[in-house]
């Protein structure tokens, strides 16, 4: 409990216990203490980014976003060759 992980390190082991039918992960959200339901929890307001930063927020948002979006793109050559489509299959 409030250690910092690195991207990839192992902080658990997915296993059965009990009657589970199944390998499982738990998963729990607690605030002072007492578990609580994550969908119905109302996260604290934040402040809005001061007049003064917004320009270089925007910038960064902006930034950061087309990072992510392109890693979520695959890779060229995980791309099918129009030699190996389907003409049929085009749309």
Do not use: C
């Not at 930063?53 to 979006?69: C, M, N, P, Q, T």
């Amino acid at each position: 409990s409030g250690r910092s992980v690195r991207q990839g390190q192992t902080v658990g082991y997915v296993g059965m216990t009990g009657d589970a039918t199944g390998p499982h992960l738990h998963f729990e959200t607690r605030v002072g203490g007492k578990s609580v339901n994550p969908l119905t929890l109302i996260p604290p307001r934040a402040e809005p980014v001061a007049a003064a930063y917004r320009a270089e927020f925007d910038a960064l948002r902006d930034r950061l976003k087309s990072e992510i979006e392109r890693a979520w793109q695959p890779a060229p050559e995980a791309m099918p060759s129009d030699s190996a489509v389907d003409p049929a299959d085009r749309s």
